[in-house]
């Protein structure tokens, strides 16, 4: 069974940093696009950063703050978020595609999705 679990939300300050993991299992996704989106309460689940075989991608509104890695020795992905806004505060998601091709930001385009971890900027 294919899981995807994220760890590492919680609440900070505006300005602070978290880390967030993406735990794989199930399957080797070393070839295989890893995204992150979050959601906002009332709004759109939202893409935030990808990393694929054609490079590493981020949404406009956290460029220079997010840093999207992954290691592929422990089938994980992470996000490091630095210099937090409180429009930064949702749930975010970790997921993965079928296809090693994708370098998409749709989430139509993602078949693996975890449960989510919900993170809180305050101001």
């Known amino acids: 069974q294919v899981q995807l679990v994220e760890s590492g939300g919680g609440l900070v300050q505006a300005g602070g940093s978290l880390r967030l993991s993406c735990a794989a299992s199930g399957r080797t996704f070393t070839s295989l696009p890893m995204g992150w989106f979050r959601q906002a309460p009332g709004k759109e689940r939202e893409f935030v950063a990808l990393?694929?075989?054609?490079?590493?991608y981020y949404a406009d509104s956290v460029k220079g703050r997010f840093t999207i890695s992954r290691d592929n020795a422990k089938n994980a992905c992470y996000l490091q978020m630095n210099s937090l806004k409180p429009e930064d505060t949702a749930v975010y998601y970790c997921a993965s595609s079928y296809d090693y091709r994708s370098s998409s930001s749709s989430t139509s385009d993602y078949n693996y999705w975890g449960q989510g971890t919900q993170v809180t900027v305050s101001s």
């Open positions: 990393i694929s075989w054609s490079g590493i």
